[in-house]
T-cell receptor, first 112, second 115 residues
Framework: DQQVKQNSPSLSVQEGRISILNCDYTNSMFDYFLWYKKYPAEGPTFLISISSIKDKNEDGRFTVFLNKSAKHLSLHIVPSQPGDSAVYFCAASNSGNTPLVFGKGTRLSVIA | NAGVMQNPRHLVRRRGQEARLRCSPVKGHSHVYWYRQLPEEGLKFMVYLQKENIIDESGMPKERFSAEFPKEGPSILRIQQVVRGDSAAYFC?????????????FGEGSWLTVV
């Protein structure tokens, strides 16, 4: 049973345009959501997070949107840069020291 | 990555041998997590430990796998009698004892290849 789903395995975007990565979850107990970025042969790097009391969190070129009623979150990257090419993982947890549950990732390719 | 150290980075083992993967968390972090990434798959939770305690091992295979986080020294993920299906990237992550949210910080990973 996959509690966190990233239905697009890959996405290609032109440099300078907006990248939108999507994530759906099924567990209504989740109240904290994160995005991680991963380059090949490296560990995942924390990118941005959002708690369920908010519907938007912004950090520079990265914005995460949360729609609790739809159990959906998205990561917007604008403008996209070639260095953003990586696999992006969505993760979720409920409060406290519960392990993060990850999606399968979306491979973003930003084309110059 | 915020200082989580994993070694070895790459490990090759023959079927039936033992693999030991080590993880030193960020200084001051008392929580350690192990995740596994199989080829073309996402990150699968294996085990969550605090010092000298296993908090959640719901993701650990029932046999051959064990983990510890002793009072002194790194956390160890041990795989006995490895099989080809154990070939994967194993990521360790750590988090501080008190925090808001649940951000964990990953190491660079240990790539196990079973031949």
């Amino acid at each position: 049973d996959q509690q966190v789903k990233q239905n697009s395995p890959s996405l290609s975007v032109q440099e300078g345009r907006i990248s939108i990565l999507n994530c759906d979850y099924t567990n209504s107990m989740f109240d904290y959501f994160l995005w991680y970025k991963k380059y090949p042969a490296e560990g995942p790097t924390f990118l941005i997070s959002i708690s369920s009391i908010k519907d938007k969190n912004e950090d520079g070129r990265f914005t995460v949107f949360l729609n609790k009623s739809a159990k959906h979150l998205s990561l917007h990257i604008v403008p996209s840069q070639p260095g953003d090419s990586a696999v992006y993982f969505c993760a979720a947890s409920n409060s406290g020291n519960t392990p993060l549950v990850f999606g399968k990732g979306t491979r973003l390719s930003v084309i110059a | 990555n915020a200082g989580v150290m994993q070694n070895p980075r790459h490990l090759v083992r023959r079927r039936g041998q033992e693999a030991r993967l080590r993880c030193s968390p960020v200084k001051g972090h008392s929580h350690v997590y192990w995740y596994r990434q199989l080829p073309e798959e996402g990150l699968k939770f294996m085990v969550y430990l605090q010092k000298e305690n296993i908090i959640d091992e719901s993701g650990m295979p029932k046999e051959r796998f064990s983990a510890e986080f002793p009072k002194e020294g790194p956390s160890i993920l041990r795989i006995q009698q490895v099989v080809r299906g154990d070939s994967a990237a194993y990521f360790c992550a750590s988090s501080p004892p008190v925090y808001s949210g649940n951000t964990i910080y990953f190491g660079e990973g240990s790539w196990l290849t079973v031949v």
